[in-house]
């Protein structure tokens, strides 16, 4: 039997790629230096119907989806959305008032995120597919791996909302903190990425093997209440927390000397520090230290 | 019964997103200032395995293709072709072995233009989908729309090869254009598109309305060889050159004084003229003058 892809699985690929290709990095964005002041950074993500929107979504909000989640790593580089393109797949049976919907959706989001839709493109397919492509202007960028010992790791605000939304819609769609990556890269942080695939798996990705991180569950405020909506359906609430993602918050490190600044300037939680073990390990609300699971979405 | 995207059809699908949409032009790319000396040309397109693959293409050639189709938007926007990301999507079953092939049509296609692979995303769906971004600079652009009366019609090279290749691979895969697109614009050409859909959907595509086109088909040089195959195929060797595309070779229009300059620079062959006449004909061999009819290629 040949080997397929599904016995390969979405991380090896990625591993695969990056290895054939050193053009690419494992940033969240493609950094392009245009001239010694300026540089591009660009994005594509694509988003497939059965994958990644659920059932009870409407056609509005996968329209406004498919732009967060690619402003999100423009967001996560620190710099500015400079134009946006969207190519759109839909199939023959598709209501043409759902259609309508669905280009709203992603209009809305670019007015919301302040960026023209410039371009894209139309095809068939049979089901809805949007893969779009952000882009943006920054002088210096945020990358994933650069920090040191006694940093601190945060994020921009709760995380899990939106795993509970794929089972039940309570809460509203997230939006991209491109604000937020503007302060963290003015004020010289720099270290962010978004959390698209789950905290556990974005702090995998910021590891560079030198250092570890230590989170700790009571630095994330979660409400009896969250608790109480996960129980109810049956899932564990921290595992929502941990590894679903799609929260598009921001996961940033920093020194300890900049969080009076950035307090004055944006909202945000500490949640765990850098340590000299390299392990990422949580403390939980009982007392008791494990190593984080690497346990964040993956395809196939 | 409510209307659905197929009653539709994409040429208005298009017209309804450029209605609704002002930051999209109806050219190859969008273009976005960067600053008083420079355009940042971008563009995507997506690619579907059962709409865009013929069943006999390699792995490799769909991943080669991929890259050509968008890059052939930055040629013929007369830019210097930057970077490239890809979005791509696989079936489970697939073999490893077959995406690796892929991957290296991507990467061999990306040397071919000189460009480096900066980023993408992997995903899983039914079926192959591969979404490309191509990112190009320019100081102009051509655009579609830019001509006069008088001027000449011409295409850079054979027309109709690929839409043989769908019914039977005989021709080479296409290149794109960016060798010509880069001497079109440094010599003051205004007006160019590539032939993705079809001669005469490009040629209403580049239309203003205000003036028309004359095309002569014995202007073509359609070869005998070619008629054979066409014919033992039963397809109407006329049609395969006006109607198919994919040959992403580059329509022009350009003054007669600069006739000349190009043909010392690049290889193209004159089809036509611009004419007073507000329609865009044909004069067929046998010297019938009909109107030539947008028979595009058109999902849904």
Not at 56 to 64: L, P
Not at 120 to 135: K, R
Not at 163 to 171: A, C, R, T
Request: proline share 2%; glycine share 8%; hydrophobic share 40%.
């Amino acid at each position: 039997m040949n080997l397929k892809v599904s016995d390969i699985g979405e991380k090896r690929i990625v591993k695969y790629i990056l290895s054939k290709c050193k053009s690419i990095t494992p940033d969240d964005c493609a950094v392009t230096s245009l001239n010694n002041d300026l540089n591009l950074v660009s994005t594509t993500d694509m988003l497939i119907q059965s994958y990644h929107f659920p059932d009870f979504m409407d056609y509005y909000d996968m329209g406004f989806k498919s732009v967060t989640v690619n402003v999100s790593d423009i967001a996560s580089m620190g710099a500015k959305p400079l134009g946006y393109l969207s190519s759109i797949a839909l199939f023959n049976d598709l209501d043409w008032e759902c259609f309508k919907q669905l280009f709203q959706g992603i209009l809305d989001a670019c007015d919301y995120y302040n960026i023209p839709l410039i371009g894209g493109d139309i095809n068939q397919a049979s089901e809805i597919i949007i893969s779009g492509t952000a882009l943006g202007l920054s002088k210096n960028v945020l990358r994933k791996n650069v920090y040191n010992k006694g940093d601190l790791i945060a994020i921009t605000g709760d995380l899990g909302l939106q795993g509970l939304n794929f089972y039940k819609k309570i809460y509203k769609q997230p939006f991209a903190k491109v604000r937020e990556g503007l302060i963290l890269n003015d004020n010289g942080i720099t270290a962010a990425t978004d959390i698209t695939d789950g905290l556990s798996s974005e702090l995998y990705e910021m590891f560079n093997g030198e250092m570890g991180f230590l989170i700790y569950e009571n630095k994330f405020d979660i409400t009896d209440e969250f608790k109480k909506q996960a129980e109810s359906l049956n899932i564990d609430y921290l595992d929502l927390i941990l590894n679903f993602g799609e929260d598009f918050e921001l996961l940033f490190i920093f020194p300890k000397c900049k969080k009076k600044t950035l307090e004055k300037l944006m909202n945000f939680k500490v949640i765990g520090e850098v340590i000299e073990n390299s392990d990422i390990e949580i403390i939980l609300s009982n007392g008791k230290k494990e190593k984080l699971v690497n346990k964040g979405y993956e395809h196939f």
